[in-house]
């Protein structure tokens, strides 16, 4: 005797395939290639600023600040930016802006597929932007070219858009891990803002791509952490934890002042009669004049972050930071001149945190600014995970778990409330697309068939002829507005599916003996059928391959030839919308459970508040 079949117990939590394997070494290899890009980068970020400031040919990061040229210095930026608005609008335009916005646009709208001269075009612009004083970080423009990379060696492959996106993110994880010494949060920035999924084909070959560029880092940049703290106390009680939660309110407010600045300029320079080519050369003169006002504010600025987190920064710094920096990058980077968003959130929110440590407690050295710069991060990118994961990982300080915990998840919960969307998916926004960054289960995955097909149906017999079969068709048009007819055998298994339509035409065409014909003789059908334990997920997925909108829902056929198994029923597209409202209703329907029971109480009752509105039941 044959087994009973059942779907159900096919089913797995994942539906990762062995194809993981082979993206996962691919992935690996441009872990390998990443880590080397991220060098690259920033060597010529390097270059450009002994070219542009002193005059040499050398490689090593120099600080701007160090110049000498006085009021000439000025025209660096402008200069700088300039190039980099003749190579935006002559070579490719996708260079401008941040490099994340950039890398979701391809993922998302460009089926993960990045032009090659984009791998170019993006890390010689970066560094010429950053290099001529632009006061952004590297991590963006490498973002984009690792996953420029990924996704160009993706392409030499016979791949899915899926896996495609897969070794892009990828590329701009391993690019992340390479520059900041940071494998597991570049892998957390990958999950929470590029791959708007959780799933084990994408996690795997992502995390394996940014742990070799982690590897990879050691050899090519030095070890990490790059930004070394003493370590802090592990335990900071009640008011320390309260102070936590201010001081995510403060970043939160930040972030949504640097997120509506940013935008605030991009919309002035939109108003301006000029071409988009001259915005950066304008922008660049902004950055000149500040500058002037505070050299520091010039370029990535790793030093100065160093600086706030050990207490090597006073007051007048720390103001530098929060104001000259902070205006200069919002203006430049809504010029749309290319630059990264990391590194200046970084120095604007240890900057805040030193302000904080002049009245919050005292817990050593360095401790607000950690806090601050990991709320920044949750706040303004929307990604608290990879803000409390990056903090611990630059600093090597494991005891600021718990409060960055509280601080980025407050700043989060601030702007998600205050802002509709971040500083990034901005742009996107502002492009005519929009996304959506909240995973939930879908409850398509979670129900059956079963919970949702129709069981009373009319079948026809498959041996009824056809005059009779229009009768049949005909008794049943009021009555229950069915469109599609199963044709069953005397034991009811299903034999072959006929559309209201089809019918119709076969009998039009029907002449003479033919309508005396058994019905199943006259009609040729292969049903796509469902069997009532699959997922909802699976019957749309077929829905959607064939283009039938209804299916006959059968219990497995154990060898019966000719049948596909006794008729249960029918699901249609309409049916599995009855998932969806059963999830809207968990979300809006609120119900009291539990109520207490005074003692001199007559009655109780169950409180149902739908939209608002509390009715009794």
Same mark, same amino acid.
């Given at each position: 005797?044959?087994?009973?079949?059942?779907?159900?117990?096919?089913?797995?939590?994942?539906?990762?395939?062995?194809?993981?394997?082979?993206?996962?070494?691919?992935?690996?290899?441009? =872990?390998?290639? %990443?880590? @080397?890009? $991220?060098? +690259?980068?920033?060597? #010529?970020?390097?270059?450009?600023?002994? !070219? *542009?400031?002193?005059?040499?040919?050398?490689?090593?990061?120099?600080?701007?600040?160090?110049?000498?040229?006085?009021?000439?210095?000025?025209?660096?930026?402008?200069?700088?930016?300039?190039?980099?608005?003749?190579?935006?609008?002559?070579?490719?335009?996708?260079?401008?802006?941040?490099?994340?916005?950039?890398?979701?646009?391809?993922?998302?709208?460009?089926?993960?597929?990045?032009?090659?001269?984009?791998?170019?075009?993006?890390?010689?612009?970066?560094?010429?932007?950053?290099?001529?004083?632009?006061?952004?970080?590297?991590?963006?423009?490498?973002?984009?070219?690792?996953?420029?990379?990924?996704?160009?060696?993706?392409?030499?492959?016979?791949?899915?858009?899926?896996?495609?996106?897969?070794?892009?993110?990828?590329?701009?994880?391993? =690019?992340?891990? %390479?520059? @900041?010494? $940071?494998? +597991?949060?570049?892998? #957390?920035?990958?999950?929470?803002?590029? !791959? *708007?999924?959780?799933?084990?084909?994408?996690?795997?070959?992502?995390?394996?791509?940014?742990?070799?560029?982690?590897?990879?880092?050691?050899?090519?940049?030095?070890?990490?952490?790059?930004?070394?703290?003493?370590?802090?106390?592990?335990?900071?009680?009640?008011?320390?934890?309260?102070?936590?939660?201010?001081?995510?309110?403060?970043?939160?407010?930040?972030?949504?002042?640097?997120?509506?600045?940013?935008?605030?300029?991009?919309?002035?320079?939109?108003?301006?009669?000029?071409?988009?080519?001259?915005?950066?050369?304008?922008?660049?003169?902004?950055?000149?004049?500040?500058?002037?006002?505070?050299?520091?504010?010039?370029?990535?600025?790793?030093?100065?972050?160093?600086?706030?987190?050990?207490?090597?920064?006073?007051?007048?710094?720390?103001?530098?930071?929060?104001?000259?920096?902070?205006?200069?990058?919002?203006?430049?980077?809504?010029?749309?001149?290319?630059?990264?968003?990391?590194?200046?959130?970084?120095?604007?929110?240890?900057?805040?945190?030193?302000?904080?440590?002049?009245?919050?407690?005292?817990?050593?050295?360095?401790?607000?600014?950690?806090?601050?710069?990991?709320?920044?991060?949750?706040?303004?990118?929307?990604?608290?995970?990879?803000?409390?994961?990056?903090?611990?990982?630059?600093?090597?300080?494991?005891?600021?778990?718990?409060?960055?915990?509280?601080?980025?998840?407050?700043?989060?919960?601030?702007?998600?409330?205050?802002?509709?969307?971040?500083?990034?998916?901005?742009?996107?926004?502002?492009?005519?697309?929009?996304?959506?960054?909240?995973?939930?289960?879908?409850?398509?995955?979670?129900?059956?068939?079963?919970?949702?097909?129709?069981?009373?149906?009319?079948?026809?017999?498959?041996?009824?002829?056809?005059?009779?079969?229009?009768?049949?068709?005909?008794?049943?048009?009021?009555?229950?507005?069915?469109?599609?007819?199963?044709?069953?055998?005397?034991?009811?298994?299903?034999?072959?599916?006929?559309?209201?339509?089809?019918?119709?035409?076969?009998?039009?065409?029907?002449?003479?003996?033919?309508?005396?014909?058994?019905?199943?003789?006259?009609?040729?059908?292969?049903?796509?059928?469902?069997?009532?334990?699959?997922?909802?997920?699976?019957?749309?997925?077929?829905?959607?391959?064939?283009?039938?909108?209804?299916?006959?829902?059968?219990?497995?056929?154990?060898?019966?030839?000719?049948?596909?198994?006794?008729?249960?029923?029918?699901?249609?597209?309409?049916?599995?919308?009855?998932?969806?409202?059963?999830?809207?209703?968990?979300?809006?329907?609120?119900?009291?459970?539990?109520?207490?029971?005074?003692?001199?109480?007559?009655?109780?009752?169950?409180?149902?508040?739908?939209?608002?509105?509390?009715?009794?039941?």
């Amino acid at each position: 005797m044959k087994k009973k079949p059942n779907h159900a117990t096919a089913l797995g939590d994942f539906t990762t395939t062995v194809r993981v394997i082979p993206i996962s070494l691919l992935a690996i290899l441009i =872990g390998f290639v %990443a880590s @080397f890009v $991220a060098w +690259l980068l920033l060597k #010529l970020i390097g270059l450009a600023t002994n !070219l *542009f400031y002193f005059g040499r040919l050398d490689t090593s990061l120099a600080s701007p600040a160090d110049n000498h040229l006085g009021l000439f210095a000025v025209a660096i930026p402008v200069l700088g930016s300039l190039i980099v608005g003749l190579m935006a609008r002559y070579g490719s335009e996708r260079i401008r802006g941040h490099g994340i916005p950039e890398a979701i646009e391809s993922i998302l709208m460009n089926g993960s597929r990045v032009q090659p001269k984009l791998a170019l075009l993006k890390p010689v612009s970066a560094a010429i932007a950053i290099g001529s004083g632009g006061p952004f970080g590297a991590e963006g423009p490498i973002i984009m070219t690792g996953g420029a990379f990924g996704s160009l060696i993706a392409q030499f492959f016979h791949l899915t858009s899926a896996e495609r996106k897969t070794l892009l993110v990828a590329g701009a994880a391993a =690019g992340m891990s %390479a520059t @900041f010494s $940071a494998p +597991l949060s570049a892998a #957390l920035l990958a999950i929470e803002l590029l !791959l *708007f999924e959780w799933k084990p084909r994408s996690a795997i070959p992502v995390a394996l791509a940014s742990a070799t560029a982690g590897v990879m880092r050691h050899y090519i940049l030095g070890p990490g952490p790059i930004f070394p703290i003493p370590p802090h106390i592990a335990f900071i009680g009640s008011a320390g934890l309260l102070s936590c939660a201010v001081v995510g309110v403060l970043a939160g407010l930040l972030s949504a002042a640097l997120t509506f600045g940013v935008y605030l300029a991009e919309d002035s320079f939109g108003k301006l009669p000029i071409h988009w080519m001259w915005w950066p050369a304008i922008g660049g003169l902004f950055v000149g004049l500040g500058g002037l006002i505070f050299p520091h504010a010039l370029g990535v600025g790793y030093e100065n972050i160093s600086a706030l987190l050990t207490g090597k920064a006073g007051l007048a710094f720390i103001l530098g930071v929060l104001l000259v920096k902070s205006s200069i990058w919002v203006i430049s980077l809504g010029s749309g001149t290319s630059g990264g968003v990391l590194a200046p959130l970084l120095m604007m929110g240890a900057a805040l945190g030193g302000v904080e440590a002049m009245f919050l407690p005292d817990f050593g050295v360095g401790f607000w600014p950690a806090i601050s710069l990991g709320a920044i991060l949750g706040g303004t990118m929307r990604a608290p995970l990879t803000g409390i994961v990056f903090t611990i990982e630059l600093t090597n300080d494991f005891s600021l778990a718990v409060p960055l915990l509280v601080a980025s998840f407050v700043a989060y919960g601030f702007t998600v409330l205050c802002l509709k969307r971040s500083i990034l998916t901005e742009k996107i926004a502002r492009r005519g697309y929009h996304l959506s960054r909240e995973y939930a289960i879908d409850p398509l995955e979670i129900l059956f068939v079963r919970e949702v097909m129709r069981s009373n149906v009319v079948a026809i017999p498959a041996d009824v002829t056809l005059d009779e079969a229009r009768e049949w068709v005909r008794s049943t048009d009021k009555k229950h507005g069915q469109n599609l007819f199963p044709l069953v055998d005397e034991e009811e298994n299903l034999v072959a599916v006929v559309s209201r339509n089809h019918l119709s035409n076969v009998m039009e065409e029907a002449k003479g003996a033919d309508c005396q014909q058994p019905l199943r003789k006259l009609l040729v059908d292969k049903p796509v059928i469902a069997y009532p334990d699959e997922p909802l997920r699976l019957v749309v997925y077929r829905m959607v391959e064939t283009g039938f909108t209804r299916l006959p829902v059968v219990e497995p056929s154990y060898g019966n030839s000719g049948t596909h198994g006794r008729l249960l029923g029918l699901v249609a597209l309409s049916d599995l919308l009855h998932a969806r409202s059963r999830n809207l209703e968990e979300e809006r329907a609120r119900e009291r459970v539990l109520r207490l029971r005074m003692p001199l109480s007559r009655r109780s009752e169950k409180t149902v508040v739908t939209e608002g509105q509390e009715t009794p039941v």
